[in-house]
């Protein structure tokens, strides 16, 4: 009843909407929810540098995402957004758990940069960030990523990939506006989320608040994995047991160029699927509160210095109830992240400007989980209720402006009690000229280990087991040239060819006759590829199109992450080698907005159970081919509904009801998990004041 009920609401809404737009002019646009290619283009950001630089100019394989484009195409959250963007894939880990993968890499466990508002939000147990109606898209002003290293700036979880989400300030807010939204399946919701922000500007003092709660299935599907017991299957409805419930809070208060930020972040799981095998309903939970604060001082037009302080703590992976207990995964480890940090920043002309900084953070943690080998160990190899390591870091970065090139070139340096040093350089050239840009870039990245892969490591080499080794970084050699042509005023194309080699990757192992478990640095890793980009606008809207194809190549050597048997020599587990995104919006009238966009991946292979007709019965297989998908979404947006400021807005998303899978991207014997089925959606948001 509740679907049929919802369903009405839905097909109402369009036939309202279909009568308006066809009753009135379509020759007007809002100039506030279109943006020109030329502007687009001329868009400075500072992610690849830490200067403002274009797109065209800046120093990394860049995409950035406005509001506007958010809001238009209706994206429910961050997968949403991501799913259009080249390159990005996504995957499931353990215990309903899914991850982002990078050019055919896995980039969960801390390959990937995730920032809100330049506080990095990846959890430092295991160093991964979750995703799925987590972090509220409906706070945010622009995400840029970089579709690449970002090491030489960032540090050890920026190896592949850096995405920053910058949410509205107060002088984009100015006043008070609330959001809501509800999405429902064939059988049960998909999404019931609430927000609200707040934002003043008085003079050169500034404050803005968002909050958020979510609610939400990640499926209405089944799901099939093995059973307790290891000897057959076992199925049961997603729709009630793949809950996500979702808190966020931002506020931000700041007066000139002095900043603070407080940030908190809950994201509770309900699953079943536990590592491999299916197991009674638990609940895990991942905590964030993220300090930030930090101060521009400016000596004179040229010299500038930027101290900073951060403080992240967090309770990733808790699992305390009795049912994690019978499944093996109990776990409550706190841990905590402090660090101060200085960067100088010096012009000595137009031209030519060089950062220097350095960064001392001490990481922390303290378990109370009764048993498991992720007991924090101390120097004595014994278990321990906490551990503590310190890590200091260096970086520059010179920039020389010429007429012909632009040159950026930087490095990192770091040392970690743990686990040793790390030396990663950066060379970018770039130049935009009229309707041309090229860039080629080189730069070495690396993954620091994280507090929970440095002691499951300590714990096997107090066992005495040969064959071990005290785990280190991972390094990540790229290679980068992107080339741009503004075909016309309308029309903008790129194409970016990339080589990825990851030496002594750390990898995630089960040795089955020892029976031990954890994390190792492997030979070498890496994928190569290409990505192409094409951009039109004109007043009536505009279109994105986008393909990406990765390959192995002879980079991976690693087994957990191929296809066996040669299956496919040049696939990565989980992730498709081909990836196509539609995303347009055609703006009908003044204030309405239609959006169709495609995500079309290809086949991909993983761990799922098929039948055996000779033995008449099902059997686990790795190398099960999954379909390629066409998940189709349409969404239309009606701005200034009745009276001014209220927005409503109404899709369809999956519209062919395609079988959508996360897919585990490693040898975990994990199985696929079960993505949304078709679903509706309305929308609603009012600025007040």
């Known amino acids: 009843m509740k679907c049929f009920y919802s369903k009405g609401v839905f097909i109402l809404l369009m036939g309202f909407l279909s009568q308006t737009i066809m009753a009135q002019d379509t020759t007007s646009i809002n100039d506030m929810y279109s943006m020109s290619l030329e502007d687009l283009m001329k868009i400075e950001i500072k992610v690849a540098s830490k200067n403002k630089s274009s797109i065209r100019e800046s120093p990394g394989i860049i995409s950035v995402i406005s509001a506007e484009q958010i809001q238009k195409m209706g994206a429910r959250d961050l997968i949403d957004v991501l799913r259009t963007v080249p390159g990005f894939q996504f995957g499931t880990d353990v215990q309903g758990v899914v991850g982002a993968g990078i050019r055919g890499n896995w980039a969960h466990e801390g390959k990937m940069s995730v920032q809100i508002d330049g506080l990095e939000i990846n959890e430092t147990l295991f160093t991964t960030t979750q995703f799925g109606n987590h972090f509220p898209v409906d706070h945010i002003k622009r ?208 031209d030519f400007n060089i950062i220097i900084g350095g960064e001392m953070y001490r990481d922390e943690a303290e378990a109370s989980t009764p048993f498991d080998y992720f007991y924090p160990v101390n120097e004595n190899d014994s278990a321990y209720s906490e551990v503590k390591y310190m890590n200091y870091a260096a970086y520059t970065q010179l920039t020389y402006k010429w007429e012909y090139a632009d040159f950026v070139a930087g490095a990192r340096f770091e040392e970690n009690s743990a686990y040793g040093s790390s030396f990663v350089p950066r060379l970018a050239i770039t130049k935009a000229f009229d309707k041309f840009h090229y860039k080629a870039l080189f730069s070495q990245a690396f993954r620091t280990p994280g507090i929970a892969n440095i002691n499951a490591n300590l714990a096997i080499l107090s066992e005495g087991i040969a064959d071990f080794s005290e785990i280190e970084p991972e390094k990540t050699t790229v290679f980068e040239v992107e080339l741009g042509y503004k075909i016309s005023s309308n029309l903008f194309v790129t194409a970016n060819f990339f080589d990825i080699t990851i030496d002594k990757p750390i990898v995630y192992f089960y040795d089955e006759d020892l029976d031990i478990e954890g994390y190792q640095n492997y030979d070498q890793s890496g994928t190569r590829g290409f990505e192409l980009d094409a951009r039109y606008s004109a007043n009536w809207g505009n279109i994105n199109a986008t393909y990406s194809h990765y390959m192995q190549g002879d980079k991976n050597k690693i087994e957990t992450y191929q296809v066996p048997d040669s299956y496919d ?121």
Do not use: C
């Open 143 to 350: 995400i840029e990523i970089i579709r690449g290293p970002g090491s030489a700036l960032y540090g050890g979880y920026a190896e592949l990939g850096v995405i920053n989400i910058i949410t509205k300030e107060a002088k984009d807010i100015e006043g008070i506006t609330f959001g809501s939204s509800f999405s429902e399946m064939e059988s049960t919701f998909n999404q019931r989320n609430i927000s609200l922000s707040y934002g003043k500007k008085v003079n050169d003092f500034d404050v803005s608040f968002h909050t958020y709660l979510g609610t939400g299935n990640r499926s209405e599907r089944k799901y099939i994995g093995l059973n307790a017991d290891y000897d057959g299957f076992e199925t049961y409805e997603m729709k009630d047991n793949s809950g996500i419930q979702a808190m966020h809070m931002n506020l931000a208060v700041s007066k000139g160029d002095f900043k603070n930020r407080v940030i908190y972040d809950h994201y509770n799981l309900e699953s079943r699927d536990a590592f491999d095998a299916v197991t009674a309903p638990f609940n895990m939970r991942f905590n964030s509160l993220l300090l930030g604060s930090e101060y521009t001082f400016k000596v004179n037009d040229q010299l500038s210095f930027t101290p900073e302080f951060i403080y992240k703590r967090q309770n990733p992976w808790n699992n305390i109830n009795e049912n994690a207990k019978d499944a093996f995964i109990y776990y409550d480890v706190t841990a905590q992240r402090t660090t101060g940090r200085i960067s100088a920043n010096y012009n000595f002309n137009d």
């Open 569 to 689: 020599d040049q696939s990565m587990l989980g992730f498709a080698r081909d990836k196509a995104t539609l995303v347009a919006t055609f703006n009908l009238m003044e204030n309405i907005s239609v959006s169709p966009w495609v995500v079309y991946t290809g086949k991909k292979y993983g761990w799922a159970p098929e039948w055996d007709d000779a033995e008449d019965d099902a059997v686990w297989d790795i190398n099960h081919e999954f379909d390629p998908t066409i998940n189709f979404n349409l969404f239309v947006n009606y701005h200034n509904l009745f009276v001014e400021k209220l927005s409503i807005g109404a899709g369809v998303y999956n519209i062919l009801d395609e079988k959508i899978y996360f897919v585990q991207p490693y040898n975990g014997a994990h199985a696929a998990l079960p993505g949304s089925s078709r679903s509706y959606r309305v929308k609603l948001s009012y600025n007040l004041f």
